[in-house]
């Protein structure tokens, strides 16, 4: 049995394949190989274009390899697809609950974070400098260890915080 996530921004080419990146690491680590993860995004305008190469430059400053992504548009066909949908804010957030079925699984991703206050985004860093593009990076990694003991849980393997 396997648990599918995937993780939603607006374009799919910085914060969203980023938190990709950094929670396929973080369940490689746990040997979660059961979970499959991707990303995508809610708007269409840079389908099959790589990752923002700021976005790429904070993964590999940190030792992750982000070169493979293409982006891709949220398709609401993939509910049915997917074990849960994180959406990096609000307005994602609320653009994915307008589609999704009832019983779909939506949520923020930083409310994983367990020292994120009630609410908290993951903001864009678009259109700021490469120092946007780190805190992103941070905040996906703190949020990516609650997202992995909770598809643990669900696949009924209990996981302790690493």
Request: negative net charge; contains cysteine; hydrophobic residues 45%.
């Amino acid at each position: 049995m396997a648990f599918r996530i995937c993780l939603v921004c607006l374009g799919n080419i910085c914060r969203s394949p980023m938190a990709e990146v950094v929670l396929r690491s973080t369940l490689d680590r746990h040997g979660l190989t059961e979970v499959v993860v991707d990303s995508a995004g809610t708007g269409g305008w840079h389908v099959g274009e790589p990752m923002d190469t700021r976005a790429a430059a904070a993964l590999a400053a940190a030792g992750y390899d982000g070169s493979r992504h293409r982006a891709r548009q949220f398709d609401s066909g993939w509910f049915a697809e997917r074990d849960l949908v994180l959406a990096m804010d609000r307005e994602n957030l609320r653009a994915l609950r307008r589609i999704a079925p009832p019983d779909a699984d939506v949520r923020l991703l930083r409310s994983f974070d367990p020292d994120a206050p009630e609410g908290a985004e993951v903001p864009d860093p678009y259109y700021g400098g490469e120092e946007g593009f780190a805190t992103v990076l941070a905040m996906v990694e703190a949020a990516a260890e609650g997202v992995a003991v909770h598809a643990a849980r669900a696949l009924g393997r209990p996981l302790g915080r690493r």
